[in-house]
């Protein structure tokens, strides 16, 4: 009986005491969503995860043939933090990188570079894309932007408006009785009035009001947009179509999605219009594709949407300079000469009122416009 005893004991202590088999690290590293790269001292690739291929736009087998250099310029900052590091042996962060190159174009992205004491030269790189982020923050500045006009076009509409429909009517009760000489002052009167009324009108627009939603075909809106771009603002120019056919419906307004692409397509014709030759060599390019692993929270709900639909418009126009491209989506924010400022303000409404993202990204020679939107789901069609 003893012998039985000790022996369940000295079973138990070593189950008790065995050490758990080790976890391939390897394996772990794939597992993780961030961007993982190994690189070994001469700065070539030993390893990359599958979110990092993504990343980077290679496959490890075509990685494992380069050095870094051949995708970063070598004055990239990155390269200064690499070398810091293996000197340093310890582990730097950076942030707000960017990455330019014939191969790769990248921007906003966060860095940490780690030196592994095992592996003497080599560093495991961890990279982040904080675009996303970013554009999360300036779409809740859009909307307080447009929350301020909405206010400040309630305020213009009651203590504006009816003024101006007295003036506007003593002028022309006026009208008959001055000598013609002067009746060229009432003109102006009532055509300065009328433009005043437009511009409050424009701003009514930004009002909180709840949008009216529908299962959209999002192609049928785009063909709409060209067809009206083409018989006006973008006569002329070559418009190019990049379409997923198998997109699901956009959850959304029709009318309202007309005018926020029309107001982009016509942005961009302008835009071109404006540089020598612009017409002769213009192109603007409508895409629709389908992404996942973008979510973002509802305005006024807890509930958060899935954002799989991008739509983007793009022109090779001179591009947003850097001073107004932080802004752009602001209230009375504009390059033209005769804008208001007001169309973009209202586009960056439009899409938050959808529950979903704009963002922009502009260089010399090339703009893109990108809208991230919902899909119809379940519920809504529930709701309907």
Same mark, same amino acid.
């Given at each position: 009986?003893?012998?039985?005893?000790?022996?369940?004991?000295?079973?138990?202590?070593?189950?008790?005491?065995?050490?758990?088999?080790?976890?391939?690290?390897?394996?772990?590293?794939?597992?993780?969503?961030?961007?993982?790269?190994?690189?070994?001292?001469?700065?070539?690739?030993?390893?990359?995860?599958?979110?990092?291929?993504?990343?980077?736009?290679?496959?490890?087998?075509?990685?494992?043939?380069?050095?870094?250099?051949?995708?970063?310029?070598?004055?990239?900052?990155?390269?200064?933090?690499?070398?810091?590091?293996?000197?340093?042996?310890?582990?730097?962060?950076?942030?707000?990188?960017?990455?330019?190159?014939?191969?790769?174009?990248?921007?906003?992205?966060?860095?940490?570079?780690?030196?592994?004491?095992?592996?003497?030269?080599?560093?495991?790189?961890?990279?982040?894309?904080?675009?996303?982020?970013?554009?999360?923050?300036?779409?809740?500045?859009?909307?307080?932007?447009?929350?301020?006009?909405?206010?400040?076009?309630?305020? %213009?509409?009651?203590? !504006? @408006? =009816?003024?101006?429909?007295? *003036?506007? $009517?003593?002028?022309?009760?006026? /009208?008959?009785?001055?000598?013609?000489?002067?009746?060229?002052?009432?003109?102006?009167?009532?055509?300065?009035?009328?433009?005043?009324?437009?511009?409050?009108?424009?701003?009514?627009?930004?009002?909180?009001?709840?949008?009216?939603?529908?299962?959209?075909?999002?192609?049928?809106?785009?063909?709409?947009?060209?067809?009206?771009?083409?018989?006006?603002?973008?006569?002329?120019?070559?418009?190019?179509?990049?379409?997923?056919?198998?997109?699901?419906?956009?959850?959304?307004?029709?009318?309202?999605?007309?005018?926020? %692409?029309?107001?982009? !397509? @016509? =942005?961009?014709?302008?835009? *071109?219009? $404006?540089?020598?030759?612009?017409? /002769?060599?213009?192109?603007?390019?409508?895409?629709?594709?389908?992404?996942?692993?973008?979510?973002?929270?509802?305005?006024?709900?807890?509930?958060?949407?899935?954002?799989?639909?991008?739509?983007?418009?793009?022109?090779?126009?001179?591009?947003?300079?850097?001073?107004?491209?932080?802004?752009?989506?602001?209230?009375?924010?504009?390059?033209?000469?005769?804008?208001?400022?007001?169309?973009?303000?209202?586009?960056?409404?439009?899409?938050?009122?959808?529950?979903?993202?704009?963002?922009?990204?502009?260089?010399?020679?090339?703009?893109?416009?990108?809208?991230?939107?919902?899909?119809?789901?379940?519920?809504?069609?529930?709701?309907?």
């Amino acid at each position: 009986m003893k012998n039985v005893v000790a022996r369940g004991r000295t079973a138990l202590v070593e189950r008790l005491t065995r050490r758990p088999p080790p976890i391939d690290s390897i394996a772990v590293l794939g597992a993780v969503p961030i961007p993982m790269v190994l690189l070994d001292q001469n700065n070539g690739f030993r390893y990359a995860n599958q979110a990092a291929e993504q990343f980077l736009g290679m496959s490890m087998l075509q990685l494992a043939q380069i050095q870094l250099d051949a995708l970063l310029p070598s004055d990239n900052p990155l390269f200064h933090i690499i070398a810091q590091v293996r000197s340093t042996e310890t582990t730097i962060s950076d942030h707000d990188l960017n990455f330019e190159s014939p191969r790769l174009q990248k921007r906003h992205i966060s860095v940490h570079v780690t030196s592994l004491v095992e592996e003497p030269g080599c560093v495991l790189l961890t990279l982040q894309d904080v675009s996303a982020a970013r554009a999360l923050d300036r779409q809740i500045a859009y909307r307080g932007a447009a929350r301020s006009v909405s206010g400040m076009a309630a305020i %213009l509409a009651h203590e !504006v @408006k =009816n003024p101006l429909s007295g *003036i506007r $009517g003593a002028a022309q009760l006026l /009208e008959p009785n001055v000598l013609p000489q002067d009746r060229e002052l009432t003109d102006l009167i009532r055509d300065e009035v009328d433009r005043i009324r437009d511009l409050v009108d424009r701003m009514e627009v930004f009002g909180e009001k709840p949008v009216d939603r529908r299962p959209v075909n999002i192609h049928r809106v785009l063909e709409h947009v060209r067809r009206l771009a083409q018989s006006g603002v973008a006569s002329g120019m070559r418009i190019s179509e990049t379409y997923d056919p198998s997109l699901p419906p956009v959850w959304g307004n029709r009318d309202q999605l007309v005018q926020v %692409l029309f107001n982009l !397509v @016509k =942005n961009a014709a302008e835009a *071109i219009d $404006g540089t020598p030759n612009g017409r /002769e060599r213009a192109e603007i390019g409508l895409t629709t594709a389908y992404q996942h692993g973008m979510r973002l929270a509802v305005a006024g709900s807890p509930q958060r949407v899935h954002l799989p639909l991008v739509v983007t418009v793009r022109d090779n126009g001179p591009g947003i300079s850097e001073d107004i491209r932080p802004h752009l989506f602001e209230a009375f924010v504009t390059s033209k000469s005769s804008g208001s400022g007001l169309g973009l303000a209202l586009v960056a409404k439009i899409v938050g009122d959808h529950g979903g993202l704009i963002e922009v990204d502009s260089r010399p020679g090339r703009t893109e416009f990108r809208l991230c939107l919902p899909v119809m789901t379940e519920t809504d069609s529930d709701g309907q």
